[in-house]
């Protein structure tokens, strides 16, 4: 049995999943079938090449993607694997001495067979992947390297596009300076000389060289855009991912507050994707406007000269100031977020129970805080904008005042004190922005620390990270003297807890509230991990196996019961891989979705709303176990999986239960008697340790000795 789920996992893989497999097989490094279904981005479940790119590194791979025709494969290229039409994928292994190519074909078996080249060629669109070892001290430092970093990688990727950008901005900068020089030229030598050809060709000129001013602003524009398109991409979902993998320890904060620092990259992006970067990127050419000055009006560069560092002291005095309170906006604005995120969440709770003020005074507290904040802000940076106005005007008045004296003397000519207070203009005009442009740098730079504060968070799957694959269990769990406390809690949840559930045994957990049953069921799902001890799952300890692998081998239900919106179809599905609408079916008859399911209109494309509104409670949490039973899971955790439904439906799920869950390892946290008919072996939890462990009927016995009652008893 256990054979032939493993081949029906193996099964389910696509041609490029089972490649890929075979390709860090061939180079020694781990990459387990639930790492490849965790990369998925394709709204059909399947892998895509840049999904499988990103799991090669997170195995310890370097993969690169490109067009590459079948002549120039040699042996230094080896593995790669070659996509086919079709949505084919074979690995190719070399040429053997007959000529033909040895060739890993997922869909004749596990070898590596011999083909004509010819007939490859055919088929082949022209794409590869091809792979090779990263160092192994590279893979055990990943977040140091170039590749591993959430930030600096995307923007190292793209440093081609900031050098274009660069680079348009300097020759963009250049062509700048014609107009100036143009008019210089024309007062000082057409005018006097009444030159109309010279003026011709100048103008000629002058316009050829605005209009590749124009173009090379667009193209600059443009560079910018691609480049942050391109990080937008990489670091979103790098930022995403982290939120699905982060430790459940490591989750500080509201709902509200995760949601507002990830809300952050947008003040991130918008810094490298909008017209600051570029302000940013003038700023270096200042000491060439005023070096163009000084070439054409002397002593005239001395008042520019003057006033930039005026408006760079005044701009950077400020920054301490924004700095501080962009941090207590950013606070202030995950208070507020929370607050939303929480009002709008219970929303029903908070009218029934009449709690509107108090989360109106919250939210008012909040608002007032963040505006007072807000108000300090554009204070300050006003009045740096306020004072960089008046030194570019003051400049300016001045060129024009000390240029009368220079003219006088004879020391500079009309077309250069023209050009000089025009020169004088740009050379002051990137300062214009520079206290706005700093707020955004704080704004920027105090996004990315909080940001990298949650990337930084534990990861239920670090990069270079060795797993043991475990496609299919036979159920065995165990618990060895475990003790576990939750983050920032001082006493412990659970102490010295130890047990051991055989392949289909059927086991309920009970015990008083706060006992750590809930607690129990959260560290077989891997969602926390013992302080000490260890839990096992067929004799491996399940910090070893990877977590889609333990997931997926194990079906929950939890008591909070959680849908998405979508449909019902959607949320049973959720966490199958490519799921066939016959399990679909089962697992909804079985879970007794069928019998509501069966009066909507739209049936199982039923379209719910966020979290299941409009469902009763009992509904709810058919789709649940319905979700949990699709993959036809080993392991079944059902946490309190009937509480909200009436005696009759309760009854009826249970039946099925039974006769579809024979060979299934079930664990059970309950309260109601119910529920035991399901079991046949109960485990009492009091105060975290166990009290009492063996068949139903030590419930009476542990009344009798311990004189409580617990609420349950034995069918």
């Not at 990369?39 to 310890?60: M, N």
């Not at 993607?65 to 694997?81: M, N, Q």
């Not at 140091?144 to 959430?150: A, L």
């Not at 004072?387 to 570019?392: A, E, V």
Request: glycine share 8%; proline share 3%; aromatic share 6%.
């Amino acid at each position: 049995m256990t054979a032939l789920k493993s081949l029906t996992v193996t099964q389910q893989l696509s041609p490029l999943e089972k490649c890929l497999l075979h390709v860090a097989a061939h180079l020694d490094r781990s990459l387990t079938v639930a790492a490849l279904h965790a990369a998925q981005s394709d709204a059909a479940g399947f892998l895509t090449a840049r999904d499988a790119i990103e799991v090669a590194h997170s195995a310890g791979l370097q993969a690169g993607f490109g067009s590459r025709k079948l002549a120039d494969f040699d042996e230094t290229l080896v593995p790669a694997i070659l996509l086919m039409e079709g949505d084919k994928a074979v690995v190719f292994h070399g040429r053997a001495k007959s000529g033909l190519l040895l060739i890993f074909d997922p869909a004749m078996g596990e070898g590596i067979g011999e083909a004509d080249e010819k007939d490859v060629a055919k088929r082949y669109t022209g794409y590869a992947l091809l792979f090779r070892r990263s160092h192994k001290e590279e893979t055990s430092n990943r977040n140091t390297s170039t590749s591993g970093h959430w930030f600096w990688s995307a923007m190292l990727a793209n440093r081609w596009s900031y050098a274009q950008v660069v680079l348009a901005a300097a020759v963009a900068n250049l062509l700048g300076l014609s107009t100036s020089v143009f008019i210089m030229v024309v007062y000082d030598r057409v005018l006097p000389n009444e030159a109309t050809e010279s003026l011709i060709a100048l103008t000629a000129g002058v316009g050829l060289a605005l209009a590749f001013d124009f173009i090379l602003k667009l193209l600059r524009a443009g560079f910018i855009d691609r480049a942050g398109k391109k990080a937008d991409m990489f670091i979103g979902r790098r930022i995403f991912d982290q939120v699905l993998n982060i430790k459940m320890k490591s989750k500080s904060g509201s709902t509200g507050a995760i949601a507002s620092t990830i809300r952050e990259f947008e003040t991130l992006r918008e810094f490298f994707t909008s017209a600051t970067l570029v302000a940013l990127v003038d700023l270096p050419f200042i000491v060439l406007f005023i070096l163009v000055i000084h070439l054409i009006g002397g002593p005239l560069a001395v008042i520019p000269a003057l006033a930039v560092p005026i408006v760079l002291i005044a701009g950077l005095a400020v920054q301490p100031v924004l700095s501080r309170l962009a941090e207590k906006s950013f606070v202030d604005g995950q208070s507020k977020q929370s607050v939303l995120v929480e009002t709008v969440s219970g929303l029903e709770t908070i009218k029934t129970t009449a709690a509107s003020r108090q989360m109106r005074a919250r939210w008012d507290d909040a608002i007032e805080r963040q505006s007072s904040h807000g108000i300090r802000s554009r204070t300050v940076t006003q009045f740096a904008l306020n004072l960089t106005g008046f030194t570019q005007q003051a400049a300016q008045v001045l060129t024009v005042f000390y240029g009368v004296f220079l003219i006088t003397e004879g020391q500079a000519s009309m077309g250069a004190l023209i050009a000089s207070v025009m020169l004088t203009g740009r050379a002051l005009a990137p300062l214009g922005q520079l206290a706005q442009t700093l707020t955004r740098v704080n704004q920027a730079r105090s996004a990315y620390r909080n940001l990298n504060t949650l990337m930084q968070a534990e990861n239920e799957r670090p990069e270079g990270r060795n797993w043991i694959s475990r496609p299919h269990v036979k159920g065995r769990i165990s618990f060895k003297d475990v003790h576990f406390a939750y983050p920032e809690q001082a006493e412990d949840a659970l102490s010295g807890v130890s047990f051991d559930i055989e392949p289909g045994e059927k086991v309920a957990i009970l015990g008083p509230i706060g006992s750590g049953k809930s607690t129990i069921g959260r560290l077989m799902l891997g969602l926390f991990e013992p302080r000490t001890g260890s839990v096992m799952l067929d004799g491996v300890d399940i910090r070893q196996i990877d977590p889609g692998d333990l997931r997926r081998n194990v079906g929950s239900v939890l008591q909070e019961i959680w849908l998405f919106s979508g449909s019902i179809r959607d949320n049973i599905a959720s966490g199958a891989v490519r799921p066939r609408d016959q399990d679909l079916i089962r697992a909804g008859r079985i879970a007794g979705v069928e019998d509501f399911v069966a009066h909507c209109p739209n049936g199982y494309h039923q379209q719910l709303a966020e979290r299941g509104e409009g469902l009763s409670g009992g509904q709810r949490q058919a789709i649940a176990l319905a979700r949990a039973l699709i993959g036809r899971p080993p392991v079944l955790l059902l946490d309190e999986p009937t509480s909200a439904m009436d005696v009759k439906t309760e009854a009826e799920v249970i039946e099925r239960l039974k006769q579809e869950t024979k060979d299934t390892t079930m664990v059970i946290v309950t309260h109601r008697t119910s529920l035991l008919g399901l079991v046949d072996r109960v485990i009492v939890i009091e105060r975290g340790q166990v009290g009492a462990d063996g068949p139903k009927s030590i419930l009476n016995r542990h009344k009798r000795a311990t004189g409580r009652h617990l609420n349950v008893a034995a069918s």
